[in-house]
Every structure is written in structure tokens, then in C-alpha cells.
């Protein structure tokens, strides 16, 4: 089939990529036109295991092309984010003028699929009444599904294939036709339903992470006065066969966990009380972290201290910054007027004063290490190696690092939720 896939970024990428390596002709296209003159060169514009070759394959091959505006396809696929506002209600219009950039391109017989997570309703009230400009009739002369990624940052390529797919037709042929198309590559069961319940599907598992990580934070909060380490009571908890307890760290970061559950806010608010207040938790927690920083080296009596911040992504071992608690924690620090250093080996520029391009320059004269993401490159930190601190002071939010090996190397080591 000839595919169109609108916006290149963290899903659609990876999607095009696949399909033009599984048999299908697809031309790719986002409105950022530096990343579509790096793709067409073989650049990437994110970082994704196992992207690069894929790239270069379907590049090579000349199954895959770029620019900057959709032609003429048997099927769309479209992949535009869908953020919130400061509000925390839904920003819907990349949705909108991704579909409205397909329409003049619509033909009888073709297939419009959205992969971007959505409040329910979205296909409905926002995609429809765009589509319908085409003068083609849905459900019989144009095919509408939605059928939302779930693959995980770092894994995207393994999850792509073996993921179960929800697929929401608008009408049972329109999910039967996309079934068909993701077949090429997926092994995971696609399962058919209508385009609503799938778009709220999408939503509950975000939200359902977002509020078990809300229990995990508080547990976190109430082990301290306990005398509990709450790593080793949530692992126990979780040797029962039907508990699942999460972890909790120094916030909840990504466009989509800290996001998808304020659509179902925003839809009821009377009513979605208990996913408002696990958001209002989550998003307390980077205060929750400097404020922990901060009472750790007053207890200490470390004057004017220095702390070296360890980790900017949002999680472990990926080069994404959206809504990264760290940024959150950073904030908080610098309004409780602390020196500042920031150090993360997969970022490598950002907009952030303090951080540094080496590990050295961070932890020169520092009194504590803040670590905030579990990047492979901090568990396997040697700290015997580590020289020029003042003070050695480790505060690990997301009990990553190997305590032993720490205190042997002279350091105080703090765990959130210890
Ligand atoms: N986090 C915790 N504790 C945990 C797990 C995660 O604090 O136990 C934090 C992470 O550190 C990170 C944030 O939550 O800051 C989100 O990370 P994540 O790994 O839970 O999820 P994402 O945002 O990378 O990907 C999620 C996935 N959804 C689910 O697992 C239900 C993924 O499958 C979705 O495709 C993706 O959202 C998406 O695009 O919606």
C-alpha cells in the first residue's frame, strides 16, 4: 500500500520506518522542516534503539520519503502530539490541522488511522467534521480508525511488534481495514472495538500508571516516619499474585502519563476526583524532593552547598526532556537559593544554566549528588573514582545505585522513601 504518515516524531518515525521496510511505500510529513531535511539525509532528530539502521534501510531502499506537505496515499496515518495547555485542558489543534492537511489529498476508498492519544470523543467531534470537507461519505467512500501507540520510549521497536494493538473503528470495516494494514509487522493480537472506547482505553492505561505511581509516592512519603524502606515493601507487596505496586521517584515526567489523565479531568471534573488528586500528588513530588534535598544537608550542617543534579530525561537511558521532573526540581532548588550544577549524558543541550557537558565540572566542589533518572551510565558509576567534592553526600530518588558500593567509597547515601 502507498502510506502517508503526518508527524515524524517520537511514534511516527518508527511507524513509517516500519512499514517501509514491511512491503509499503510511505512518505513521511511534519511541519518542522530541519527535521525533515536531517531524515532525508539519514540524520536522526531523536534518539530511539535500533532507529538508525531502520533509517538508513528505509532510505536506501527508496520505500521511504520525506517533506514537508502529505500527497496523494491509500491510507494516513497520523501522529502529532496532543499536549495540554497551562490550563491542563487538551490542545486538540495539531490534531485538527494534521487532518485538515490530508483532506485535500482524500480520495474515494482510502483509510484515515489516529495513532496520537486523544481525549475520547476526538475522532468524533474533531476529526469528522474535517474529513467530512472531502465530500467522501465515512464509513463507506472513506475508512476512520484510531488505533493509539503504546510502545515505551527505548523499546519502541520491540513493542511496536509484539505489542496487542486496540484498534477503534469508526465503522467495523474501517477497523477491519486497519487490522489488516498493521498486520505487515505486528504479532501482538489486535483487538476491534469502536474509535471512542479505544481513544478512552488509550487514556485509562496512562492514567492507571499515573495513579498507582501517586500510591507508590505516598507510600513513599509515610515509610520515612515509619522506619520503613519502602523499595523493600513494595517488592514484598508485589509477591502477591495479584498486586502491583509501582515506584516512586522525584516526580512523573513524559507527554503522556502526566498528560492523558487531565483529558478525563477535563471531560468530568465532579467526577474524576481520585485521577486529579494522583496528578496534584505526582506533581508535588518535585518539591517533595528539593524540599528533601535541602532538610538532608541542613541536618548535615553543610553551609552553602553545592549539588550536582544527575539526570534531566524524564526517564532512564532516553534523550527526552518533556515535562522532565527534573526541570521541576532544578526550579525548586534555585528558589531555595542552592548552587546548582546539572549533568546528563544523553542531553546534550538544553536551555538549562547550570548543566555542564562533563561529569567532573559537575561534581567539582559539590556537597551531594542528586540523582533523578536511573541511567545505566549513573548505576555504573564508580564512586571510588569521584575526587573533587567537597562534601560526599548521594540522594538517590529512584534507588538505582548499589548502596554498598557508595558507603564503601565514604559516602552518605540517602534513598527517597528510606
Ligand atoms: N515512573 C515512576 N514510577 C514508575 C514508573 C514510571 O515514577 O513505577 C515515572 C517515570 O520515571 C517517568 C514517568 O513515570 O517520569 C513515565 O514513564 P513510563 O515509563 O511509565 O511511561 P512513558 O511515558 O514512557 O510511556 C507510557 C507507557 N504507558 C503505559 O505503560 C501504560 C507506554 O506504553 C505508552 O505508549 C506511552 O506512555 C504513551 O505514549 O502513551
Known sequence: KSICVVGLGYIGLPTAVMFANHGHSVHGVDVNEKAV???SEKQLHIEEN???ERLDKAIDSGAFTVSTTPQKADVFII???????PDKTANLEYVRQATASVVPYLEKGNLVILESTVPPRTVQDVMLPELE????????????SHSPERVIPGRVFEELVSNDRIIGGYTPE???QTTELYQSFVQGQMHETDATTAELVKVMENTYRDINIAFANELAKLAGSLGVNIWEAIKLANYHPRVNVHEPGPGVGGHCIAVDPWFLVE?????AKMIHLARQTNDGMPAYTAQMTASILDAKGIKDPKVAVFGLAFKGNIDDMRESPSMDVIEALRGRQVNLSAF???IKQNNIDEQTQSQEEALQDASAILILTSHNKFKDLDPSSISNMKDKVVIDTKNCIDRAKWEAAGFDVYVLGD
Open 37 to 39: 531535511s536531517m531524515i
Open 50 to 52: 535500533g532507529l538508525q
Open 79 to 85: 501522529a502529532v502530539p496532543s499536549p495540554i495547555m
Open 133 to 144: 470537507k472531502a465530500g467522501l461519505e465515512i464509513g463507506t467512500d472513506l475508512f476512520v
Open 174 to 176: 474501517s477497523a477491519r
Open 267 to 271: 471531560l468530568a471534573p465532579e467526577t
Open 344 to 346: 546528563d549524558p544523553h
